[in-house]
């Protein structure tokens, strides 16, 4: 019997086999961990203004990532809107709060234009999903770096004080 596990194992080594399992077979090498984002997000009205505020954290432990550049990107159908934010810190994190796209403030902070709405004969004329309106409502947000993270935000709700469109005749005067 021990003749013939001799020969098995002569056969073997003489046709490129072997008899032992060698140990990167046992165990293969670590693979880089791929990157990811924490990241959070939500909107809120200020001033009559929608604004966006992010928090943005690349998990990243091999150094796999290929960008520190940071956007916010709505898609909805065959639109796409990608707003830059800025690069991450030495940290690896961005925060900070950027105003709605299509929306602008006067240098008090107020809002003075809004997605989706125009002013046309001193009148404001919602223009549904034009100039932006499509960011409104059903837009999916992503926050991207590289890899890129889904993040849950809407357009801000109205509030008796905040308004997040043009100021119509019978909405309460903004507070001072």
Same mark, same amino acid.
């Not at 596990?5 to 077979?25: F, H």
């Given at each position: ?5 001799? *020969? ?5 080594? *003489? ?136 993040? *849950? ?24």
């Amino acid at each position: 019997m021990l003749q013939t596990m001799v *020969a098995g194992a002569a056969l073997m080594l *003489a046709v490129g086999g072997s008899t032992v399992t060698g140990v990167d077979e046992l165990y293969p090498p670590d693979q880089p961990a791929e990157p990811s984002l924490s990241t959070s997000a939500y909107a809120e009205c200020v001033q009559d203004a929608p604004w966006i505020v992010y928090d943005v954290t690349l998990v990243d432990p091999d150094d796999r990532s290929t960008s520190r550049d940071v956007s916010l990107v709505f898609t909805k159908g065959g639109q796409r809107l990608e707003v830059p934010l800025g690069s991450l810190r030495e940290d690896d994190t961005l925060s900070g709060r950027i105003l709605w796209p299509g929306a602008a403030t006067d240098s008090p902070g107020a809002g003075v234009d809004w997605p989706g709405w125009v002013q046309q004969d001193g009148e404001w004329v919602d223009l549904g999903e034009d100039d932006l309106g499509w960011t409104r409502e059903g837009a999916t947000v992503a926050i991207e770096v590289n890899p890129e993270a889904g993040v *849950a935000v809407s357009y801000p709700p109205a509030t008796p004080y905040c308004v997040v469109g043009p100021r119509l005749t019978d909405d309460p005067p903004r507070p001072r």
